[in-house]
Nanobody
Framework: QVQLVESGGGLVQAGGSLRLSCAVS????????MGWFRQAPGKEREFVAA????????DHSDSVKGRFTISRDNAKNTVYLQMNSLKPEDTAVYYC???????????????WGQGTQVTVSS
């Protein structure tokens, strides 16, 4: 059974940093894509960042480029999202997801974590 467990969310002031983690069990991640998405109240779930596990190819949305960085730890089967220079508009529930193909579209992912709340105060 594939499980994705996120951690690291919380409350932070604008300009601060947080690091989210997503530990994957039940499946190896070679030839897989790990993604981070977020969903604010009343809004659609949107793409934040993705990493192609085998080559560590990454992509980040324009709204977080230069502030957020996705990375992986192969030994721990874990993906991270380092979030710096946080803004109030980054407030959302953040989800990690696992897919079999390279994509930034949420419908392309097969497995999802339970989500972790990130709140940025002004």
């Amino acid at each position: 059974q594939v499980q994705l467990v996120e951690s690291g969310g919380g409350l932070v002031q604008a300009g601060g940093s947080l690091r989210l983690s997503c530990a994957v069990s039940g499946r190896t991640l070679d030839r897989s894509t790990m993604g981070w998405f977020r969903q604010a109240p009343g809004k659609e779930r949107e793409f934040v960042a993705a990493i192609w596990w085998t080559l560590s190819t990454t992509d980040h949305s324009d709204s977080v480029k230069g502030r957020f960085t996705i990375s992986r730890d192969n030994a721990k089967n874990t993906v991270y999202l380092q979030m710096n220079s946080l803004k109030p508009e980054d407030t959302a529930v953040y989800y990690c997801a696992l897919g079999s193909n390279w994509t930034t579209r949420r419908f392309g992912y097969d497995y999802w974590g339970q989500g972790t709340q990130v709140t940025v105060s002004s």
